[in-house]
């Protein structure tokens, strides 16, 4: 994925998120959301007020989601293609002809 250009005001929020993201669980082989304990705690770290946690955690929210998905989108085209290059070929021996 390439970085995306950011509007001005913007840049606290995405280092936030790439900074988060070492805080997500794994849901077994998947990877899971960032947790609000997490962003929480970052934001009082930063000291951010309430309205600016409320904020931090939405846009942490939204941009998860949007990674999630492409992560979800990703894996199922990877695994569909992996399960295919499983199958055994079944090769029949020539038939005799009479």
Known sequence: MEAPSLYPGLQFYYTAYLTLTSCRTSAGM??????????????????????EMDLLWTLVCEMDSVYLKYQQKKGKIKSAADKDAKKPQIIHPPRKTR
């Open 30 to 51: 998947s990877e899971g959301r960032i947790p609000w304990t997490a962003v929480a705690q970052y934001a009082d770290r930063y000291g951010l007020d309430d309205e």
